[in-house]
């Protein structure tokens, strides 16, 4: 099939005369981007506010008109790398990466793919733009599958070459972003429509690469001329379209969020769209899709515009959007921008394009209103349709065309190319959206009030809804401007950045600078207090017969002497597929970019054909429906996604300036009353998969949460949510400065992702204990007294109905406290009903929130826990009892505060877990998380504690002293360590050191790291090296000496011999960009003769000291999604370490020079030196019979 004849607009072909092509470029192109301006407000349009006062500022009454556009006079370095003429192609905005101002910062970007660059009887060679005669079709054989970059900020074309395999040629095709990710389904080429393929170019690395992988169980299949969202962040959702043979109306949805990837056709309520295709949709911020025109199975053009919403209970429906529409389209393009759909161009057939003042036209969802470049639209404009006429308003003709692309990046609206009466199209079109930010509650009202004089019937007020809807106009600025708070300084506690407000800035608290372990060693008599009571209520349950001891018959006795009556464990328990502690712990050194890695599918398509019919506006009746099934929608979602929107920003979030909570005491009731539904139909033990993240106690510092977000991924679209699952154990309040914070997004991630996100209860989510620790005081001074008791007394009601544990892959119990003294099989935890509270609690439920594993591995059995009377510390012959009983292999607990994060007992069967760091201003701790991958291999990921001079006393906010004199009054208990046993190999972290035959000598490496200094790694000066340096392209390399390269967790080294690839050529030459200093190498083949501290036992026996070893230049981390799967040659780490950054996967170098300590990166292991240090999984060894 060469020909698309159903891509010409009319009969299928255009039956224009206009003779001659008119390219759409103006202005004197200085290669930057343009001012862009938008009408001035007619004098109905504005009224001056204020009383009459000489200084009145002035608001906007009715909604803005649609804004005009200019022609953007792009840079590009060579032709090619503009995409040229061109229609049916797609244009997807792509988010920033990194955080402005930072090293690997990359602006927002539009991608161009495909399209078709050729019309019958053109050849499309020369001819800017591409012209042919009107009756001619499109040429399927000129489809293309190239990607093209536009980079915002730097106003340049760049054309793309990504690895991986490209999807084939195509046009009329749909694509849209997924955090970083470009993907594409569907349209058609030369051969037909294209193959069922979700295809992804993924653009998170400095190398775009495709991915390709197939989604479980049908899909949408073949088709085009289709639309497709991302909806609420999350679903990816497949409308309409053509499958070759008949338009279609039918809805799938694909929850990216969910594993395995899996399409579901929906079936919504309400009245939807016809049969149609070349329709568009694009999907609000807060979850609203929008699908507006398209044409029907009798080839008749739509108006009319649909919104699909979906339900807390899962149930999606459709409804009519209030409105006039200007003008039925087709084969146009829609993109919001706030509130407001940006539409433009289309096509009505029989030669015919939509133009005058409808050609660009706004729907304004905050007031149910349409509006052209003129006015709000009341009737359906009848418009001039001698479109192939030559002059005419310049601005119209600009955007008068059909099949082009749009893309929306902040408020700015972007059109590329499209069809003009046989003429394909290459200008790049820009317009500002002013009016985006301006819906407030009394404007949206204002218009909609105007609109309602010419549409009796319609209801007044706003077309969905706004996150300002509530909001108190009292509180805006008297001039209408908007209000920027200061930066605030760096934090305390972990938090990011200490609460600073001028007007507070007078009686600064005084801060402890050194208060120490001696400090925490102090007794918590008042904590002792405050669960003695509870304690002892649950106690009297149990004499009066209340509560059932525990059954033993089927374990062992772990009595207080501590004489075991049990095997160890179970023989089949401990196989080769079981759990195991990871050879390496991650601890952060540098900030890295979040990436979403790894989504994909496919799909297919046929021949192109006929389509729609007419669709009335819709009645006032229909309009007030859609109002309220929109009302409705976000009432029940806007609250979760405001708080994520708010506070889940990783790298950039900061404390508020004044302490004043964001939301209100009933925003807050909503999202408690959407988060304990959902908590209510939970099991008491979460039954949950790997791959999963494991987070310790938060307590309030959520300037902790958001470094580990920002350092290991986030749980959205955009980090690593649609992958890998989360689970927290529990005390997200108390002690810390941002207790609402912490627990108020973790309920609004649970709302959005129920099935990914996971929270079980600690032993500070109770009131008798939040009361006396900091929540309470913390609610009451930041949301005042009436309010915040109320908040306190919601938010715990909540706590009572969090499940209390979690068993992954039925091999890992996690839990926040440990077994005791009473718990001996998992059914006893299951068997708890909720809602429950401490004081209604039995033994059980104490034992599991606040008992404590003994001092070491050597204390068995049980003892009296410094906690409190009636609490108990259990030893490791419990641990192995109990996995013995329960057919487990680990157990994963929080609740005490450990100095590297994570600490294990029971020789390796218990693994205790903190997040926060510097527990209470005082522990001076690290915080660390676990991630257990697919293999079921547990890799500790690590923060430390900032530097002390963030946490100055000149830093302190006075608002901060409360908190300050409650861990002052109220101690914490002391942090768990222990003295580490002789035969304790801390477990699972392994560097390799090989070393040169070059060196010529034995020269005595420096005495090894201890193990308690891998959190502060320092080059010893106990040894020198020498290694080939580069410093400039097409320079020499030169010959200096380095410090001895020392190994850390996971790394080896000797080099025996180290050939040169032509990638060090290429770095050489300055082709390959690449940090310098720099050591290349990494071809090697060398000698073990060191392994790094915490190295794992079979690592130690594969590699022992002595052995022959090869190296690859990737070297896989082990832990990546991508290495979970096998696919080493992709590791994340690698290419977001050492080759964007020359560090290894701490984020540090280790090489360092002798004459002034400075470093030098590391290209692969960076092998042209007498030693260096790579990762041991990019080793392999090297057999006896091979010399190297």
């Not at 207790?739 to 973790?746: F, H, N, Q, R």
């Not at 032509?1062 to 000698?1087: N, R, Y």
Request: aromatic residues 6%; charged residues 20%.
């Amino acid at each position: 099939m060469d020909e698309d004849s159903s891509m010409v607009p009319v009969n299928d072909h255009d039956q224009h005369d206009e003779a001659q092509s008119q390219r759409d470029a103006s202005g004197d192109g200085g290669g930057s981007m343009p001012a862009f301006s938008s009408p001035e407000p007619t004098g109905s349009q504005q009224e001056a506010v204020g009383g009459g006062e000489a200084q009145s500022a002035q608001v906007v009454v009715g909604p803005r008109c649609a804004p005009p556009y200019s022609v953007v006079d792009a840079l590009m370095d060579k032709k090619e790398d503009g995409p040229g003429p061109r229609c049916g192609h797609t244009l997807t905005a792509v988010p920033a990466v990194g955080e402005e101002g930072t090293p690997g910062y990359i602006g927002p970007r539009l991608v161009l793919f495909g399209g078709a660059t050729a019309l019958e009887g053109n050849s499309g060679g020369t001819g800017t733009p591409t012209s042919a005669a009107p009756s001619a079709g499109i040429r399927l054989a000129g489809a293309t599958a190239d990607v093209h970059c536009y980079d915002v900020l730097s106003n340049k074309w760049t054309r793309l070459t990504p690895f991986g395999e490209p999807p084939t040629p195509r046009a009329a095709h749909v694509a849209t972003a997924v955090g970083t990710m470009v993907v594409i389904q569907g349209g058609i080429g030369p051969a037909g429509l294209s193959a069922e393929d979700l295809h992804v170019l993924d653009l998170t690395q400095q190398r775009p690469r495709w991915h390709r992988v197939v989604v479980q169980g049908p899909g949408p299949g073949p088709r085009y001329g289709h639309v497709m969202a991302l909806v609420g962040q999350r679903y990816l959702m497949a409308i309409g379209g053509n499958d070759g043979k008949r338009p279609l109306a039918d809805v799938w949805a694909l929850d990216t969020a969910a594993k395995p990837y899996e399409w579901r056709k929906l079936e919504p309520e309400g009245e939807g769209p016809p049969p149609c295709m070349y329709a568009t949709a694009s999907a609000r911020s807060d979850g609203l899709l929008l699908l507006c025109g398209g044409r029907d199975a009798n080839s008749v053009p739509l108006a009319s515009a649909y919104g699909l919403a979906k339900h807390r209970d899962g149930r999606w429906e459709w409804a009519i959007a209030p409105g006039v529409s200007p003008s039925a389209r087709y084969q146009h393009a829609a993109v919001f921008v706030n509130a407001r759909l940006h539409v433009s161009g289309g096509a009505l057939g029989g030669g015919r394009m939509v133009e005058d003042s409808s050609s660009v036209a706004v729907l304004d969802t905050a007031a149910g209103v349409w509006c052209d470049t003129k006015s709000v639209v009341t009737s359906p404009r009848t418009g001039r349709y001698s479109a192939d006429a030559a002059g005419g308003d310049a601005s119209v003709e600009l955007t008068r065309r059909c099949r082009h692309a749009a893309a929306a990046v902040g408020d700015l609206i972007f059109i590329y190319g499209g069809l003009r009466g046989g003429v394909l199209l290459d200008g790049l079109l820009v317009a500002e959206d002013l009016a985006a930010a301006e819906t407030t509650y009394a404007a949206s009202h204002a218009a909609a009030a105007a609109a309602t004089n010419s549409a009796p019937g319609r209801l007044p007020g706003r077309y969905g809804f706004s996150d300002e809807r509530n909001r108190d106009l009292s509180d805006s600025a008297a001039d209408g401007a908007v209000v920027l708070e200061s930066p605030v300084a760096p934090p305390v506690n972990g938090d990011l950045h200490n609460d600073i407000s001028s007007e507070n800035a007078i009686n600064p608290g005084i801060r402890r600078t050194s208060k120490g372990v001696e400090y925490l060693v102090e007794a918590s008599a008042a904590e002792a207090e405050a669960i003695s009571a509870t304690l002892a209520a649950a106690k009297a349950r149990q004499v009066n017969g209340e509560v059932e001891l525990p059954d033993r018959d089927c374990g062992g006795e772990a009595s207080p002497s501590g004489t075991p009556t049990f095997s160890l464990m179970k023989p089949d328990s401990m196989g080769s597929a079981g759990i195991r502690l990871h050879h390496r712990a991650v601890v952060v050194a540098a900030e890295t970019g979040g990436a979403l890695g790894g989504m994909a599918r496919q799909f297919s398509i046929d021949q192109f054909e006929n389509e729609g019919r007419r669709v009335s506006y819709g009645t006032p009746e229909s309009a007030t429906a859609a109002r309220k099934l929109l009302d409705r929608q976000m009432s029940i979602s806007s609250v979760p996604k405001k708080v994520i929107a708010h506070l889940l920003k990783p790298r950039g979030w900061k404390p508020p300036v004044r302490r004043q909570f964001f939301l209100d005491c009933n925003e807050i009731a909503d999202l408690c009353d959407s988060a304990e539904r959902i908590f209510s139909n939970e099991p008491t033990v979460l039954q949950l998969k790997a791959p999963i993240k494991i987070f310790g106690d938060l307590h309030g510092q959520f300037g902790d949460l958001m470094r580990l977000f920002d350092e290991y991924g986030s749980p959205s679209t955009a980090g690593d949510i649609s992958y890998i699952d989360y689970l927290f154990l529990g005390d997200y309040v108390d002690r810390g400065q941002h207790s609402l914070e912490t627990i108020c997004l973790l309920l609004a991630l649970k709302v959005e992702y129920q099935h990914n996100v996971h929270l079980i209860r600690g032993n500070h989510e109770a009131a008798d204990i939040n009361a006396l620790f900091g929540f309470r005081i913390e609610c009451i001074e930041r949301m005042g007294e009436r309010d915040g008791i109320w908040v306190w007394h919601r938010i715990n009601r909540l706590f009572n109905w969090l499940p209390l544990a979690a068993s992954i892959e039925k091999k890992i119990l996690c839990m926040h406290g440990g077994i005791g003294r009473s718990i001996n099989h998992v059914e006893q935890i299951e068997s708890i009903q909720r809602p429950i509270t401490m004081e209604a609690g039995s033994i059980v439920l104490m034992d599991l929130l606040w008992s404590d594993p003994t001092e070491n591995d050597s204390v068995e059995g049980l003892r009296p826990n410094a906690r409190g009377p009636g609490l108990v510390t259990f030893g490791p012959d419990r641990v192995m009892e109990f996995c013995n009983n329960n057919d487990l292999q680990l157990i994963v607990r929080a609740h005490e505060c450990v100095m590297d994060g994570f600490e294990r007992f029971a020789q390796g069967h218990l693994i205790t877990l903190f997040s926060a760091t510097n527990y209470c201003g005082t522990a001076n701790n690290a915080g660390a998380i676990l991630v257990l991958g697919r293999d079921l291999v547990v890799v500790p990921k690590l923060i430390h504690p900032l530097p002390p001079a963030l946490s100055s006393t000149e830093a302190s906010h006075p608002d901060d002293t409360w908190m300050q004199e409650l861990n002052a009054n109220r101690p914490a208990t002391p942090t768990r360590g222990r003295p580490q046993a002789p035969n304790d190999k801390g477990g699972s972290l392994a560097w390799i050191s090989l070393q040169t035959e070059a060196s010529g000598d034995d020269r005595q490496l420096p005495p090894p790291l201890s193990p308690s200094s891998i959190a502060e790694y320092h080059v010893s000066s106990g040894g020198y090296m020498r290694g080939a340096v580069y410093r400039e392209p097409n320079q020499p390399l030169t010959i200096e000496e380095f410090h001895i390269p020392r190994p850390k967790v996971n790394e080896i080294l000797k080099t025996k011999a180290c050939g040169v690839c032509h990638s060090d050529l290429h770095v050489m030459k300055g082709e390959i960009p690449f940090s310098s200093p720099c050591a290349i190498g990494h071809e090697i083949t060398g000698e073990v003769v060191e392994h790094g501290p915490l190295t794992d036992h079979k690592i130690v026996q594969r590699f022992s000291i002595g052995s022959r070893v090869v190296g690859a230049f990737i070297m896989p981390c082990g832990t990546c999604s991508y290495c979970a799967k096998g696919d080493d040659d992709l590791c994340e780490d690698f290419f977001a370490y050492n080759r964007a950054k020359g560090t290894l996967y701490d984020g540090e170098t280790r090489l360092f020079l002798r004459h002034d300590d400075s470093p030098v990166y590391m290209y692969s292991m960076g092998e042209m030196a007498e030693y260096c240090v790579t990762p041991a999984h990019g080793l392999a060894p090297l057999p006896e019979s091979l010399p190297f």
